[in-house]
């Protein structure tokens, strides 16, 4: 099982539903529940650099510096699902 999502980043055990769901109902090992749901990415057209944006902004929204927000999305774009 990976720690992180490997779509946004995002620490798996941060995930209130404790991940994705996969097409048959199982939770994905692999993907968090705001970017995998049965079995299919939420945001299917979106690339790395977006989806990066897209976290920057729902991370600085919570009130974490934009800096530190980019630090924390650095790697997006060499997680499982960018690296197709």
């Not at 404790?18 to 979106?46: E, L, R, T």
């Not at 790395?48 to 919570?62: D, P, S, V």
């Not at 934009?66 to 997006?76: E, V």
């Amino acid at each position: 099982m990976n720690k992180l999502c490997q779509s946004c980043g995002m620490p798996l055990k941060r995930d209130p539903n404790g991940g994705g769901s996969n097409a048959d109902g199982s939770k994905s090992n692999d993907y968090c529940s705001h970017c995998y749901v049965d079995g299919a990415f939420a945001q299917p057209d979106i690339n790395a650099e977006a989806m990066r944006q897209l976290c920057i902004n729902n991370i600085t929204a919570g009130g974490i510096p934009k800096i530190l927000a980019r630090l924390l999305t650095r790697k997006i774009p060499k997680l499982k699902r960018w690296s197709v």
